[in-house]
């Protein structure tokens, strides 16, 4: 096949999207389906803990496995108005399965990316604890507290970079792939009530924020996913067949990128980016 004598680095960057994460699942089948293999993955908040577990080499079947005996009220315990829940449930599922590992130690490099509230900038990890990192990826504000890791209070990736696509390249890769599964947060409001202003708002912001995920990548993947809720699990099994559907028609660019040389690498690490290398 062309992967085995291919010389230019391709990465993967999964997007953020909460419960819509799931559709991260079927992008993994597809590449499964036609042997592709990365050889850097990034991901924020959702596409933090997908990438965690494929950069530890879980395949589909086991990725499958796990998802489907998640529960919301599994990960977000305090569902009272008004109040925030810990991580705990989520720390807890990543430690049973791949232990209380280093982000270095695992099989495919991997780099989850958060946000700390100290310094308002976005962090991107490629060692350290990988529970403290993903789980405050995953620390949407507003629904889960921050984590407090080394010095750092961390939050969702999303505020700052929500599909990570240059995060890749700034380690080696050529090429990148990324996962936009909530390509819809930018849908609009026909009303003036506070509250509906207010998510309009924020879906906005948003969007800037998915902007360098576009940019940065050679092939964008993005399932429909507007009819799922990003807080909600139900639909998962039709989620993964949107993003396999969604990675099953750009398989034609992405199996082209395999076949292209490699090109002038980035020397210098961005200086508004915090990197724990």
């Known amino acids: 096949m062309i992967f085995s004598k291919r010389k230019a680095k391709i990465g993967v960057a999964f997007g953020g999207g909460g419960a819509r994460g799931f559709a991260h699942l079927g992008a993994i089948k597809a590449f499964e389906q036609f042997g592709i293999k990365f050889d850097f993955i990034s991901g924020t908040s959702a596409g ?16 499958y496995e796990i998802a489907k005996n998640i529960k919301i009220k599994d990960i977000r315990k305090n569902v009272l108005p008004f109040t925030t829940s810990k991580l705990d449930g ?32 976005e962090v991107c990890f490629r060692k350290g604890n990988l529970i403290s990192a993903v789980t ?3 620390a949407v504000p507003g629904i889960f507290q921050p984590v407090e890791y080394n010095d750092m209070i961390l939050a969702d990736g999303g505020l700052q970079n929500t599909i990570p696509a240059d995060i890749p390249r700034y380690f080696g890769c050529d090429y990148v792939v990324a996962v936009d599964v909530n390509k819809s947060r930018t849908y609009g409001t ?15 912001l948003m969007k800037s924020n998915a902007i360098r995920g576009y940019v940065n990548g050679d092939v964008v993947i993005g399932p429909e996913t507007k009819r799922f809720k990003s807080t909600r699990t139900d639909g998962l099994e039709d989620m993964i067949e949107e993003g396999y559907k969604a990675t099953i028609d750009a398989m034609p660019k992405i199996l082209e990128l395999f076949r292209k040389k490699p090109r002038k690498k980035i020397k210098e690490l961005p200086k508004d980016i915090v990197f724990v290398t």
């Open 190 to 204: 026909d009303s003036t009530k506070f509250l509906d202003v207010l998510t309009c708002s924020i879906r906005i």
């Open 136 to 138: 405050g990826s995953c």
């Open 90 to 121: 989520l720390a807890d599922v990543i430690k049973s399965n791949l232990g209380d590992i280093k982000i270095e130690d695992c099989k495919i490099p991997f780099a989850p990316v958060a946000v700390d509230l100290k310094s308002t900038k």
């Open 48 to 63: 933090s803990l997908v990438g965690a577990f494929y950069a530890n080499g879980y395949n589909y079947k086991q990725l």
